[in-house]
């Protein structure tokens, strides 16, 4: 089952932390600077560790340079 969340990115804060909104889409925290694809690959990675799936099953499909993403999780049903 592929599940597509829209996820508002913020780069260089102090603290990693996953926000759940009340409308199903996520605010994510990162450490890592916007730079050469640092924050994405550390979003994939918190996004793994939140559904306890495979990095490989997390895909950004649109916004890869925006604070803005649409991301695709497979989940195994």
Do not use: H, W, Y
Request: charged residues 35%.
């Amino acid at each position: 089952m592929q599940k597509k969340m829209s996820v508002k990115v913020k780069p260089n804060s102090k603290i990693q932390k996953v926000i759940e909104e009340a409308d199903g889409s996520l605010t994510i925290n990162l450490k890592s600077p916007p730079v050469d694809g640092k924050a994405n690959e550390e979003l994939i990675k918190l996004l793994a560790e939140k559904f306890d799936i495979p990095k490989s099953d997390i895909k950004i499909k649109s916004g890869l340079s925006s604070r803005q993403k649409l991301v695709e999780i497979t989940l195994e049903e």
